[in-house]
């Protein structure tokens, strides 16, 4: 038996029924790529969890069976993701930005939204509620339970002035961020900027909650600031039971 990758859950999440949901860590496993961790740990076909090739952008798209992980697959350009058909799920990789997954208390739909500071800036969080809220109707906004997963935290990100007067602009934006130790130079916490974005996409506070810890401090994570590295990143996804 193989042992586990690192793992953390949303309790709130966990507590939606008809879906399934993990932030994925490192894995103690070398070579154990994507589709042998969801097969082995989740019992999770690969080709049912799709995924986007992440630009940082705003862009919302609803799942298509090719965004699974096929063989001679390409894939889709966008930084969120949702998905309304049991049996398939969504997903994003990150290693210091933030991975959001959300899910509904009553309706079967699930979304996965890669959150860094430039999708932030651009309202990705927002337009994902808007794009599901289209969907489903304005009043499945108030059913939404989300979480926001290992990232960047105000412990150790520290930013410039052009990131900081970019999240310094968005609602909640000053309340997580800090002057930082050398002149010019700020800490910003992703979390809880991802959170005040759930809020203002009009997810209730109660509905959503931080997942995990800070990626660049935790050796149990991913982090680019830390590894310097292009390749490595965690997957964080959220599936519709069949
Ligand atoms: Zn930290």
Redesign the pocket.
Known sequence: MNPLPHFVQSPLLRSVRGVYHAFLGKDPVEGRGRRMRLREVFSLPAEAVGTLKQVHSASVLSFDPGDGDVSRGWKREGDALWTDTPGTGVGVHTADCVPILLAHREIPFAAAIHAGWRGLAAGIVEKTVHALAARFGDVAVGGIVAAAGPC??????EVGGETAEALHGLPGGPGYLRRGKAPGKWTADLQGIALAALSNAGIRSVQAEAAG??????PLFHSFRREKSLTARQLGFIYIRD
């Not at 960047?152 to 990100?157: E, F, K, Q, S, V």
């Not at 810890?213 to 935790?218: A, G, M, Q, R």
């Open positions: 960047a935290r105000g412990c150790c990100y810890c800070c990626t660049i401090c935790s």
